[in-house]
């Protein structure tokens, strides 16, 4: 008994010292901290991730580890370093992050929702656009759409993802300065008036399956607007963005036709909020191989990933390079996993996981799991 | 009395006088005693005759003589030894060589009757000192060398066509061979006075047979049976080519932005975002047209140039990380933001 509480004590001054940072905060992040862990709260990591924004693996790591950590990486430091420096003004900046796969990109993004969350920016978040069109479970809600000729509905998936928004921004929404500038008719007895909260709209997108692609339509509009107007400032963050331009989705309609993806209606509302034509906001999005079919994964460079289409879209923007770990990376991670003991054995295995790993964060991590 | 003979046999000079004198008397004693040994002698029958056996000849051979590449003085002409292509002969070649299989532990089989060096064609009539001695020898029939052609790049300036042919020579009975008949013709690109469209579209009308990376065209002609024929095919075929790349066909003006064989950033989206951009952080909103976009002045946005630049190096060659880090610079020039920091 007395020999394990010192071997706790031990791991806890270790903590200290070496990988972790007790800089809990992502705005205060600098390069002194590359390389170390820091641990997010639980209660805003369920507010944030609840429904979906960890990749599932690390979700179960997390809670294996029993906290959740997230290593503060170059990328994310350098796209707060810009965030910073840019100017609200000026049209929207695009950042298109990009890496092999397994490199960190999702986990980059976690990092810089936490960012956005702790600097009160209104998040729009969209864990990962195949969730929508290219995983098709048994029943898959879809409809023709009601708005627009030849569109195609997915009610249910909006209304998740309204839901998810609501809890994301919480806070904000309990804020009734952010209010609606147009009336809208959803049918002869329901209409949400101009003026009213933007909460409200989101509640009947929540409440309304029906109408929630048209909500979220309305909500991208007045997003735009109130960014504008400078009520609030807003964060997009899209994972696996490029996934919004392959050719085809896995949705069939029932004549069986294939869908592409810009007949779904989600598409075109997403798609207008990566436009540079509104200000006072950031756009960050993952151009990722998994989010496209295998025949087009050869190169996890962003104008290969985003097609011809998607680059059009957002150009000019920013890539930045989610790579592998660096060697002080590797360290850092490796004394986590030990510290956490999901990693054990002779310190010389370190070397050989380095060289059978290639540094790949997920592949290292899966690689330790029978360790 | 032979004890006396054997005394006189082996005398001098004076004892010769007597032995005269007493073969004279003993003539008919010394008979009658050679007599009565061969009577007393048994004879040996010889059943396997022995004697004979050993006493046969030994049949020796005639003298040989030394081998001719032994006898071969070290600062003979060697070209008047070889003048000719010719098998290969031992003796006429003063080298130890060895060919063919190795049996283990052995050196190769050396060079007498050996069919493995007779096989293969030699090269020994044709040593370093033959070629200069025969080269000096037809010098008298050459003319000179033109002056200004001294250098390769002087040749390239004043012959930039290159005609390619092969000879075949070959111990058969015809001398012919087909393969003789091909022309390859190779000229470089920019030797051609082409513009722009006409460039584009000789390229597009040679298709493979122009190599980006060495800018030459190559044309090759085997369908004529004779040279001379194939050589006139393959300088048409050059002409040909050459004028038509110059025609300007009334369908070429349909050419779309998708056809285009190079990313023209002028006439891409991407000069549109960037002037749209542009326009919106300068507060302006105007509606621009297709040709407005084009012709609008880059240079006059800061960074423009340069973004201009990397965009167009990064479509036009090929996505890698280096054009996308390059491009990823020109951007943050662009937008104003910090460049990304080197990790150390």
Redesign the interface.
């Known amino acids: 008994m007395i020999s394990r509480s010192w071997r706790n004590l031990c791991r806890r001054y270790s903590q200290t010292v070496t990988f972790r940072t007790t800089e809990s905060s992502p705005s205060q992040h600098n390069e002194k901290q590359i390389g170390l862990f820091y641990s997010v709260n639980h209660d805003l990591c369920k507010q944030l991730f609840a429904y979906g924004g960890l990749p599932k693996s690390f979700a179960k790591q997390t809670k294996t580890f029993t906290e959740t950590a997230i290593m503060v990486r170059q990328p994310a430091l350098d796209l707060i370093d810009c965030i910073k420096a840019s100017d609200f003004n000026k049209p929207v900046i695009r950042y298109v992050m990009y890496g092999e796969k397994g490199s960190g990109k999702s986990l980059t993004l976690a990092h810089l929702l936490h960012y956005a969350y702790e600097e009160g920016y209104l998040i729009v978040h969209v864990p990962w656009v195949s969730e929508f069109l290219r995983r098709v479970p048994r029943h898959k809600e879809m409809s023709n759409s009601q708005t627009r000729e030849g569109f195609v509905d997915l009610p249910l998936d909006v209304a998740a993802w309204l839901l998810h928004f609501k809890t994301q921004n919480q806070v904000l929404l309990k804020n009734t300065e952010l209010k609606i500038s147009r009336d809208y008719v959803w049918s002869k007895r329901e209409s949400t008036v101009a003026g009213s909260p933007l909460s409200q709209l989101v509640e009947h997108g929540i409440n309304r399956v029906k109408y929630a692609c048209d909500v979220l339509d309305a909500l991208v509009y007045e997003i735009k607007q109130l960014s504008n107007s400078k009520q609030c400032k807003t964060f997009v963050a899209i994972d696996g963005f490029n996934g919004f331009f392959c050719p085809l989705t896995r949705l069939h309609t029932p004549t069986k036709k294939k869908v592409k993806p810009e007949e779904v209606t989600l598409t075109g509302s997403f798609l207008e909020l990566a436009k540079n034509d509104w200000s006072n906001g950031v756009v960050v999005v993952t151009a990722d191989q998994l989010a496209l079919p295998d025949d087009h994964q050869d190169s996890y460079l962003p104008r290969y990933l985003l097609y011809k289409k998607g680059f059009e879209l957002l150009d000019p923007f920013v890539p930045i390079e989610v790579g592998r770990y660096t060697d002080k990376e590797f360290l850092s991670c490796a004394s986590y996993y030990r510290d956490r003991l999901w990693l054990r054995g002779p310190p010389e295995i370190e070397t050989e996981l380095k060289f059978t790993s290639a540094c790949n964060p997920y592949k290292f991590m899966e690689q330790c799991a029978p360790l | 009395m032979s004890i006396f003979i054997k005394y006189y046999k082996s005398g001098g000079l004076n004892v010769a006088f007597s032995n005269k004198i007493w073969r004279y008397n003993s003539t008919s004693a010394d008979m009658a005693i050679n007599k009565g040994e061969e009577e007393e002698e048994f004879r040996v029958l010889d059943i396997l005759k022995k004697r004979q056996r050993q006493q046969r000849r030994v049949n020796r051979r005639a003298d040989v003589q030394p081998d001719r590449a032994d006898r071969m003085p070290t600062d003979q002409n060697w070209g008047n030894v070889w003048p000719g292509p010719k098998t290969f002969h031992p003796s006429s070649v003063p080298l130890p060589l060895r060919q063919g299989y190795v049996p283990k532990g052995q050196a190769p089989p050396g060079k007498k009757a050996n069919a493995e060096l007779m096989k293969i064609p030699n090269f020994l009539h044709l040593t370093p000192p033959v070629i200069k001695a025969q080269c000096e020898a037809i010098k008298q029939f050459c003319t000179e060398w033109p002056k200004l052609l001294n250098s390769e790049e002087a040749i390239e300036n004043h012959y930039p066509v290159e005609i390619i042919t092969s000879d075949y020579c070959h111990a058969s009975p015809s001398i012919r061979n087909p393969l003789a008949r091909i022309v390859t013709l190779r000229v470089k690109l920019s030797t051609l006075k082409l513009d722009q469209h006409a460039r584009d579209k000789f390229i597009r009308l040679v298709g493979e047979r122009y190599d980006p990376e060495t800018d030459l065209v190559t044309i090759t002609a085997d369908r004529c049976p004779i040279r001379k024929q194939n050589q006139d095919y393959v300088n048409y075929l050059l002409t040909a080519c050459y004028h038509e790349s110059w025609n300007f066909e009334e369908w070429e003006r349909e050419k779309m932005e998708e056809d285009m064989e190079y990313y023209n950033w002028d006439k ?3 000069k549109r ?2 002037v749209n ?1 542009y326009l ?2 300068q507060n302006q909103s105007k509606e621009l047209s297709d040709e407005e976009y084009s012709n609008y002045d880059v240079s006059q946005i800061p960074n423009g140039e340069e ?1 201009k630049v990397a ?1 167009s190096s ?2 036009n060659d090929g ?3 280096g054009t ?2 390059k ?2 610079e020109a ?2 020039k ?5 460049q ?2 080197v ?1 150390s």
């Open positions: 891409n989206p991407s975002s960037l951009w919106k952080t973004y965009v990064y479509m996505e890698s990380e996308v880090e491009y990823g951007v943050r662009l937008l104003g933001l910090p990304k920091k990790v």
